[in-house]
């Protein structure tokens, strides 16, 4: 069995996206109660939030666009940029204690102490352009922690895994160029749903042409579809990259019980995505990989989702696994 | 929605004495499929195009050594006005992109040269130019969520969705009406500016709207 961290902290419930918003914390609350009923509390590391040296936030972001959002939020705004993004006077500060929640796991992981994290954080980051919040995003967490695995601890070559039901705009933009950190990413068609990017033929530019790779699915497909492309197109591109890491955009929205989106992957059908992203993990990697939440709004559903998750970044039996419903 | 808006006016132009390496310099040089020829005073008198290029100088004949001199000699002494097509048809700048979608669909063109008032060549629009608008009309380059609503053919109905919509404090990257199967209905296409469709779809639901499996999606009932 594996080494897993833990984030969970409490105050990644504070950031408060007001009435009739999908990103609730009692999403969070859904998955640490799936983590508990399995019984899997007793064998995880547990850690909690540290608030971000803001240098490595200005890695990735603009340092107007970083003080935009912190002023925002000391002025009492309630949205950033678009209506999309609900928040509250605490959101600010939440987005940084999210982020250095996800570089103390990434640390930890370094020092050997675990072999790998799951990051379930509030505000979600992989719509987070450079400048710009989006789709309920703020900080992108996952493009940060590429960053500071390069800075901090000279690793060459991260892969990034975005499996969440919409594209990741913002990480892809910010490493679309960029041959050391490759991004592939399964999700709705932008045709369809949101955010109109992620399309077959965006595979990077200038020097990075070839580290971006975008597996759109159309609606209404399920399991066969992601394990076909998936198959396809993200494990023969990890066997040429072979990162040294790997980071994962976890969403769990492209259930087919989470309204969300028009997909139909059961509970089963997770399963298999994340155990193929570890066993990738185990034969390039050393196992290292952190899993960070993006979406997933099915409260009904969550328990069951992260619960099996955090069993497969254990390494627990598979046949411990629970099933839909 | 005036082609003037649209159009490319840098036009790159050629003179119709001009040989056929030079337009097909010019064409490569810039990147461009249609290359308008124009006479002293800017009036276009023809259009030549790759294709047009392509017939009269047939990658072939330089492959037959015992006919390669001779077809190379043929060549270099015909002239733009030799192949181009005399008389092209022109679009004013007051046309709008609907007349040249129109035109472009009925005359089977690429492009067509803009003139002004004079009848001078201010601009050249072509499918590419028509294309970037559509992209911009549609709102396709802003991030969304399109969602399809099939409706009764009636008064009134956009409106209500309009409600819905602006309740759920989502602006509105676009809408498309297109015309559906089934007799009297219409199929609309929201394009919202927004990832949070979970309660806006609900709630359209619940004002007795159908809601469109996105796999039967379609836009195009034009004869082809």
């Known amino acids: 069995m594996k080494k897993t961290g833990f984030l969970f902290d409490e105050r990644y419930l504070i950031h408060d996206t007001g009435p009739y918003h999908p990103e609730v914390s009692d999403r969070l609350l859904a998955a640490y109660q799936g983590i508990k009923k399995a019984g899997l509390l007793e064998k995880l590391v547990l850690f909690k939030g540290v608030r971000v040296d803001l240098k490595w936030v200005e890695e990735v972001h603009d340092p107007a666009y970083i003080a935009r959002f912190g002023d925002a939020c000391v002025a009492g705004k309630k949205e950033m940029d678009t209506p999309d993004c609900q928040m509250c006077a605490e959101t600010y500060e939440i987005a940084l204690l999210a982020v250095g929640g996800i570089l103390e796991a990434l640390r930890r992981m370094m020092e050997g102490e675990i072999d790998n994290a799951f990051c379930p954080v509030r505000p979600p980051g992989h719509h987070a352009e450079r400048s710009r919040a989006m789709g309920f995003c703020y900080f992108n967490n996952i493009a940060i922690a590429a960053r500071y695995l390069q800075k901090e601890w000279r690793i060459g070559r991260v892969g990034i895994v975005d499996f969440d039901v919409h594209h990741g705009n913002g990480t892809q933009h910010l490493f679309e160029d960029d041959p050391t950190v490759f991004y592939y990413s399964i999700h709705e068609h932008p045709s369809f749903a949101f955010p109109g990017t992620g399309r077959e033929f965006e595979e990077g530019v200038g020097a990075g042409t070839g580290y971006t790779k975008n597996s759109p699915v159309l609606p209404g497909q399920g399991d066969d579809e992601y394990r076909r492309l998936i198959k396809r197109d993200l494990i023969p591109a990890f066997e040429t990259f072979r990162p040294e890491i790997i980071l994962v955009s976890t969403g769990f929205d492209a259930h087919e019980d989470d309204e969300m989106a028009d997909m139909r992957v059961t509970t089963e059908g997770f399963n298999w995505i994340m155990e193929t992203i570890v066993g990738l993990a185990d034969t390039y990697a050393g196992g290292r990989l952190v899993s960070i939440l993006e979406g997933g709004y099915s409260l009904q559903r969550l328990p069951e989702l992260v619960g099996n998750h955090v069993r497969i970044l254990l390494g627990d039996p598979p046949g411990a696994l629970q099933n839909n419903g | ?224």
Do not use: C
Request: proline fraction near 4%; hydrophobic fraction near 40%.
């Open chain 2, 1 to 224: 929605m005036l082609v003037g808006k649209s159009m490319t006016s840098k036009v790159i132009t050629i003179d119709k004495n001009e040989s056929l390496f030079t337009a097909r310099e010019l064409m490569r040089k810039n990147n461009i499929r249609h290359l308008p020829v124009v006479d002293g005073e800017n009036r276009p008198v023809g259009i030549v195009t790759d294709r047009d290029l392509r017939s009269a100088m047939p990658y072939r004949i330089y492959r037959n050594p015992d006919t390669a001199q001779a077809e190379s000699e043929r060549i270099a002494k015909l002239k733009v006005s030799d192949i181009m097509t005399a008389d092209p048809v022109t679009i004013p700048l007051t046309y709008t992109i609907q007349d040249a979608l129109l035109l472009i669909q009925e005359k089977r063109f690429g492009a067509f040269p803009v003139v002004d008032d004079e009848g001078k060549l201010v601009g050249m629009i072509s499918v590419r130019d028509l294309l970037r608008a559509f992209i911009n009309v549609l709102g396709i380059g802003e991030p969304g969520s399109l969602i399809g609503i099939l409706v009764e053919e009636k008064v009134g109905q956009l409106k209500r969705i309009v409600d819905v919509v602006t309740e759920e404090n989502i602006s509105f990257g676009s809408v498309l009406v297109a015309r559906y199967g089934e007799k009297g209905k219409r199929a609309v296409f929201p394009y919202l500016l927004t990832n949070n469709v979970i309660r806006v779809k609900k709630r359209l639901q619940e004002i007795g709207f159908k809601l469109i499996d996105p796999m039967d999606w379609y836009i195009d009932q034009l004869n082809r």
